[in-house]
């Protein structure tokens, strides 16, 4: 029924997200989700929300959700936006601050040439260097540029100097750094925010908060850069977080312990599994993310994938030039990973 649809609709290619299989015994490594649940505190904050606050809309700017990021990430609350996820955090600031020529590396996350098409910016990708790290050097755009730090799929971080020599080679145009996967290893460039008049940091509760399923991003900047995402919220909806969310996500940026500790976890299970799959002959990137991109020489990824969703063991494939060998696997509980391994070692027999 394309008659229906409108030119812009039309001519879209959506972004495809993971699978989300349902039922039990599934071992779900495919959407870098965290393994552990959300903190006590956080919980609690869920279990004794009010409903009856329901009936007004929520504070447009995040409210209490606000003063909690301000707070955990060391800024004022004039440096902050709150929004429903870092995916619409990151639209609006794809629509606040680009038109044209923009950059972003070929690897990378794939919503960034989804969002640039849907506004009609044009783009340049800045190829990946061989081992799979950005080239900091060439990370030029006359209209801004998107880089995710840690990466994905591949989970490199770039080093402070390498996000900084980006900001300084493109003083006037907006650089993103998209951090959704910092707090599992990469150093976060919150700390040049006072610094750097054209930095917008994004973060996600998604993974590190383990909680993807409430939905709520954050956007860090000078004030000028909150105006302009402040201005496209308003033009699209003026509520994005809504009052639940701004309750439940405030607790879990309050409660650092809990969440520092699983990120602890996560990376002490990510370095073990990285080290075994070496050992059974896989070539991994060293990742600083919360999952590993990694390729088994002379085995089909597509085949091995098959043959974990056999086994109820669910990871990502990317059918991309230079990545269509490797596999993105999560990085679930230790648990998790010996049943992953068990399975691989299976199909190598
Ligand atoms: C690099 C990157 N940025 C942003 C996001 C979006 O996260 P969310 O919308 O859940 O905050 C993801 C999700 O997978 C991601 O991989």
Redesign the pocket.
Known sequence: MQRYLSRKARGITPYKA?EQPQGSGIIKLN??ENPYPPSPATLDALERFDGARLRLYPPPDGGELRAAAAQAFGLPESHVFCG???????GFAFSAFFDDDIVFPDI??S?YPVWAAYYGISYTTVPLCDDFTVPADRMVGKGGVVI?NP???TGIALPLSGIEQILRLNPDRVVIV?E??AAFGAQSAVPLIPRYSNLLV?K????SHAL?GL???IALGQPHLVDGLERIRDSFNSYPVDMLAQHVGAAALLDADYYDAIARRIISTRENTAHALAMLGFSVLPSSANFLFATLPGVSAPQLKAHLEKNHIYVRHFNQPRIKDYLRITIGTDEQMAELLRCIREYKA
């Open positions: 993971g959407t870098n429903n996820g870092s995916d619409e955090v990151l990378t996350y919503f995710a990466n994905a799929p998209d959704a996967y994004t996600t509760l998604s993974k993807a939905r709520v991003g």
